[in-house]
């Protein structure tokens, strides 16, 4: 018999331990299972192209985001890093699959592009030290949460996000792709069936603290453009106040 849940990160863990191995896990399971999933570059996995998300590159050459801090949450082979790197930006990109920052390096070696690459779990030790950031950006990171972990990941916009910085994700879109059961459904299920969808609406009530400056469907892409985008995803770009609690 265990009875040793005493603190808010001992519930967390317990949660965690309910969702079963693969992409629903940041343990070492998950890690694992992300490495399999980026063994063969060759897939067609649309995220493997390397481009950035056309929402980041517009918000960059309008000039909404201006030269900064960045740290990237789940960077994966590092696309929209390298992106912000090569555009005058100072990057930092976290992902928890060695797999992923082999070929995130890879690619940053090919293209000249510098950003420091950190291994682990957002929420683990890997971020314990860093300095608040002007923009954090998640492309594809979030939606592979589960509920409970939204308020970790608050607690880290609220600790790593400067005053006046940026936030800005891309995540499934409901109706367009991924799980649309409630929240209870997916403990009682132990899954995440792959990654969760949400409506815009969700989205601003999970972000309620930060002023939405742009919410919408990203605009899908043709193989031609520079750019990545498919319309099963939101893009929001939201903002910090400058005013600190
Ligand atoms: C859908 S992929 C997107 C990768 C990249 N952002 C892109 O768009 O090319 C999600 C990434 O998030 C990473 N990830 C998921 N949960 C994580 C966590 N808790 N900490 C760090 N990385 C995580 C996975 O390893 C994976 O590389």
Redesign the pocket.
């Known amino acids: 018999m265990t009875r040793d849940i005493r603190t808010v990160d001992d519930v967390m863990t317990m949660l965690d331990g309910l969702f079963s191995d693969g ?1 629903d896990r ?1 343990t070492d399971e ?2 694992a299972w ?1 490495d399999g ?2 063994a063969d570059r060759s897939k067609p996995v649309p ?2 192209v390397p481009k950035p ?1 056309e929402n980041l590159a517009g918000h960059v050459q309008n000039g909404r985001l201006k030269p900064g801090r960045v740290l ?9 890093a390298l992106y912000l790197a090569s555009q005058g930006f100072e990057v930092d990109g ?4 060695p797999a ?1 920052l082999d070929w995130a390096r890879e690619r940053a070696r090919e293209t000249g592009a510098e950003a420091r690459f950190h291994l ?5 030790p890997v971020l314990a030290d860093q300095e608040p950031f002007d923009l954090i950006y ?4 979030f ?3 589960p509920p409970h ?1 939204r308020i970790s990941y608050l607690a880290l916009l609220d600790r790593l996000l400067a005053p006046g910085g940026h936030f800005a994700l ?1 995540c499934f879109a409901s109706g367009g792709m991924g799980c649309e059961l409630p929240d209870a459904d997916l403990y009682r299920d132990r899954s995440l069936h792959g ?1 969760l969808a949400y409506t815009d609406d969700s989205l601003r009530t999970v972000f309620c603290e930060y002023e939405e400056v742009e919410l919408r469907l990203m605009r899908a892409q043709t193989p031609e453009s520079p750019y ?1 985008g498919e319309d099963f995803l939101w893009t929001g770009l939201f903002r910090r106040s400058t005013l600190t609690a």
Do not use: K, M, Q
Request: hydrophobic share 40%.
């Open positions: 992409a940041w998950g890690a992300w999933f980026y995220f493997f998300d990237e949450l789940g960077c994966g082979p590092g696309r929209n976290v992902d928890l699959s992923a682990g779990d957002i929420f683990g998640d492309s594809g990171c939606h592979h949460l972990r891309t990654g990545f």
